[in-house]
């Protein structure tokens, strides 16, 4: 006889009859080159707009560089709607190597 899945009143208030859910990569917002301040325009208006203060620039030379913080990003999307150049998408996080 072939066992089904136990569906126990227990498991099924534990969840446990559920399948396993998956790893969901973090959703964040990703830069691309297209980006203004990448090419040495004056421009920090998805810094502005960040509600959680995520996006930040790091001095570099020829400019002001930016870059998301992964852990404070919620992925809202306002400095997508507010960048000129559309240079910003929301998508997973990808690490850097």
Known sequence: ???GPDLTRRNL???RAAAEPRA????IAVISQSCLALRGVACMSC???CPSGAVRFEL????ARPRIDAHGCTGCGE???TC???AIRIGPHEEAS
């Open 1 to 3: 006889m072939a066992e």
């Open 13 to 15: 208030f534990l969840g």
């Open 60 to 63: 570099a030379l020829g400019g």
């Open 84 to 86: 000129p150049a559309d």
């Open 24 to 27: 969901v990569e973090p959703i």
């Open 47 to 49: 810094r502005d707009s």
């Open 79 to 81: 400095c997508v709607r």
